[in-house]
């Protein structure tokens, strides 16, 4: 039965539109998405021949051909690989996942501003297909799944839809026919495409063979080495190899920060070929993401779904991992359990973690690129890897209230004053957030340097290291810090300052006292403050509580939750305490003292980031002084 005039799903027509007519400046690209599609389905099908001896297929049967038709001005991708059914052909050719369909439209907006196309995109977000479209007024894809017995026919213009129909197919693979536009007859050409395939698939560990099928007597050519990359020595392989080789595995299209090809021998024996890509990928931060780290044994590929291979705050990496040393028979699941497999994760994640330090110690900049990229997902190895906490913490870098530059944490220690015995750092959703809060004045006015965390996980991973270097991580929101204990200056005059403490403290109690009345059990406590030097006041969470960027997390989960009451700080050398001090020696100012701390206090609650706890009555106030300052 033909099932006729099936219509593409609207975004996807959109991208077809879009790769057509906008990517049309790297069309040969085709055919390396092609070709990487054939190599992938003879993957499934050598590893589903595992278990299922009826569909198995031997590295020496297995191919990708390419088949050229000058008289009919068509051009053919064939492999015996895994297949197609009804099913695969329309949901592979017929629609595209919407949120990397989202994606793909996004950052193809943001090209399009720079005028630079990247090609990237083709092979990151899946639409390798349709790249087909770019030299081919209609593309024809007739398939036979294994196992199954019947095929299939999918026939597209690239329009508006497909066409879908039984056929007729002797052997399992797949078949994609391309009728060439007629600016695209360079692609029919045998040096053209000895080229491509060279170029971009040098790296398949299978033949790609060319065969002009109208040419009498016509030479079968083989056009690639047909040698897995990775079994080559290092020293052999040419940068463009490697950076075709990650453009193949969807690593993107540039060179990426970092290539290791290492072959490990031991106990357990293994070769890798990973990287570090240039920029990371849209959905890193997505919950659902996994590593897609490839597992080969012996060549075979087994599985890009080891979640037991690397941990996930090294999600970002890509490439693969070969070894001898696990049997091919393994399930998947099993996998996840393997003995050997923990132990090649164990030496891999090593690898990396000193290969970064490397390039931290000698290229600042390089390092820079990554620590921008992918410092917030390194950062959850913290939360989750305290086997590697040291050498995480090696590789963290932070910006502080005095350098646009992240510094490592060993650089903080080293420059922290003789007396300062801890971290400091200040949470805040950015970092512009964090240098207008009030808490940093204080630090700013004894040059004392304060790390600024503005990523969620960082809320969680502080409070479980809870030190470098046997430096506490303190918060500077969070409990009392009396920065004249970090002063460096004489005995004297600390002891003087102390003197001055408690005058001060006698001064300002009748005014903290009616505060408290005032604000009651919206505030835990009101203290002087011996850390501003411009604001009137500030919120402190007390030392047991909850910090406050912690608490803004828990309230963005759960709208109803509320915290724990703050502590109110006072700056008693500020002129409005001092003038509100002196108002509150006559009675009758006691109602606009009350008032202007409730100005105050909401005021103090608006530079944390939340809204008046009674905006009518915060409104009614301010416009009475207002009133008072505005007269008639």
């Known amino acids: 039965m ?20 906008s990517l049309y400046s790297e069309r040969e690209i085709f055919l390396r998405e092609l070709v990487s599609n054939a190599s992938d389905a003879l993957d499934k099908r050598k590893y589903l021949g595992l278990t299922d001896k009826k569909i198995a297929i031997s590295s020496e049967a297995s191919e990708i051909k390419i088949e050229v038709n000058n008289k009919d001005k068509t051009l053919s991708i064939l492999d015996n690989g895994i297949g197609m059914n009804e099913e695969d052909l329309k949901s592979s050719l017929g629609t595209i996942a919407r949120s990397g369909t989202k994606a793909f439209l996004e950052q193809i907006a943001t090209n399009a501003k720079d005028k630079k196309p990247d090609m990237s995109m083709i092979g990151q977000f899946g639409v390798g297909f349709y790249a087909s479209f770019m030299v081919a007024d209609s593309v024809e894809v007739l398939s036979k799944k294994a196992g199954e017995n019947q095929a299939w026919k999918w026939s597209s213009d690239g329009k508006s839809g497909f066409n879908l129909e039984k056929a007729d197919k002797e052997d399992v693979g797949t078949s994609i026919t391309l009728k060439l536009k007629k600016d695209a007859k360079e692609f029919l050409e045998e040096t053209r495409l000895q080229f491509i395939v060279r170029k971009y698939s040098d790296h398949i560990s299978y033949p ?3 065969h002009e099928i109208d040419k009498k007597d016509a030479e079968i050519k083989t056009l690639n080495e047909a040698s897995a990359l990775w079994t080559r020595p290092a020293k052999e392989i040419k940068e463009e ?12 299209f540039g060179k990426p920060l970092l290539t290791m090809h290492n072959n490990t021998e031991g106990t357990i024996s293994y070769t890798n070929l990973i990287c570090i890509p240039s920029t990371r990928p849209f959905d890193l931060f997505n919950p659902d993401r996994k590593s897609s780290l490839k597992l080969y044994i012996n060549r075979v590929f087994i599985t890009d779904k080891c979640d037991a291979l690397i941990p996930s705050y090294l999600r970002f990496i890509k490439g693969l991992v070969d070894t001898q040393d696990i049997d091919l ?9 393997n003995p050997a497999v923990a132990k090649i994760s164990k030496s891999l994640v090593g690898k990396i973690l000193r290969e970064l330090k490397k390039v931290s110690e000698k290229n600042a900049d390089g390092y820079k690129s990554f620590w921008k990229e992918y410092g917030a997902v390194l950062k959850e190895g913290l939360y989750e890897d305290a086997e590697r906490k040291e050498a995480l913490l090696d590789l963290c870098r932070f910006s502080t209230n005095e350098n646009d530059d992240p510094i490592s944490l060993s650089e903080y220690v080293e420059k922290m004053p003789e007396k300062q015995k801890d971290i400091y750092y200040i949470s805040a959703e950015t970092k512009d957030q964090a240098l207008a809060s009030p808490h940093l004045e204080g630090f700013k006015s004894k040059k004392i340097p304060v790390l600024i965390m ?5 809320q969680f991973w502080l409070p479980m290291v809870g030190s470098f270097k046997e430096k506490k991580f303190t918060s500077i929101t969070q409990g009392q810090i009396n920065l004249d204990d970090l002063d460096e200056k004489n005995k004297d005059k600390k002891k003087d300052d102390k003197n001055e403490k408690e005058k001060k403290d006698k001064e300002y109690v009748d005014l903290v006292a009616q505060l408290k009345v005032v604000l009651g059990d919206q505030v835990k406590d009101i203290r002087l403050s011996s850390k501003l030097t411009d604001s009137p006041v500030c919120l ?4 047991g509580d909850m910090d406050i960027a912690m608490e803004q997390l828990m309230a963005q989960r759960d709208t109803n939750y509320k915290g724990a009451p703050r502590i109110l700080e006072i700056n008693g050398d500020h002129s409005l305490i001092k003038n509100m001090k002196s108002l509150l020696s006559k009675k009758e100012n006691n109602d606009l003292v009350s008032d202007a701390g409730t100005l105050l206090f909401e005021q103090a609650r608006l530079m944390e980031g939340k809204m008046p706890a009674d905006p009518a009555q915060f409104s009614k106030i301010m416009n009475q002084f207002l009133l008072k300052a505005i007269p008639n």
């Open 2 to 21: 033909t099932n006729m005039n099936n219509k593409f799903e609207a975004d996807t027509g959109k991208i077809l539109d879009i790769v057509i007519n």
């Open 208 to 210: 790609v063979k060319l």
């Open 241 to 252: 190899q490697y950076q075709e080789f990650f453009s193949h595995i969807g690593a993107g």
């Open 329 to 337: 028979n393994v399930s998947r699941e099993m996998l996840q359990n």
């Open 454 to 458: 503005t990523d969620a996980i960082d």
């Open 540 to 543: 402190v969470a007390d030392e």
